[in-house]
Nanobody, 126 residues
Framework: QVQVVESGGGSVQPGESLKLSCAAS????????MGWYRQYPGKQRELCAT???????TYDKSVKGRFTISRDNSKNTVYLQMNSLKPEDTAVYYC????????????????????WGQGTQVTVSS
């Protein structure tokens, strides 16, 4: 079992900043990819940013240049620094962690689990 816990959400005014944190813990093989997604009411969840264990990052165009994703591999923790926040950034933000292992008989990398946090609310308004 792997647990994923987010923190750092809150309410701010446009132009201000927030930093989200997410830690994975439990029976972990190896956390490969971690990421942040957001969901608006009545809409499907969408990607904000992801980061691989080697440091490669991916950003949605709506947040590129404003948000920065980083991670501490030793702590299985991922961060999302959010600057220049806009009202359209208002959403529930979810942390995702993918746990993988190498099968001993085949050498194939297998997905052990795909885990989600419970979400943290970010509200940006005047």
């Amino acid at each position: 079992q792997v647990q994923v816990v987010e923190s750092g959400g809150g309410s701010v005014q446009p132009g201000e900043s927030l930093k989200l944190s997410c830690a994975a813990s439990g029976s972990i093989f190896s956390i490969n990819v971690m990421g942040w997604y957001r969901q608006y009411p009545g809409k499907q969840r969408e990607l904000c940013a992801t980061i691989n264990s080697d440091g490669r990052t991916t950003y949605d165009k709506s947040v590129k240049g404003r948000f920065t994703i980083s991670r501490d591999n030793s702590k299985n923790t991922v961060y999302l620094q959010m600057n220049s926040l806009k009202p359209e950034d208002t959403a529930v933000y979810y942390c995702n962690a993918q746990d993988v292992y190498t099968a001993t008989t085949t050498g194939v990398i297998e997905l052990a689990g795909d885990y989600w946090g419970q979400g943290t609310q970010v509200t940006v308004s005047s």
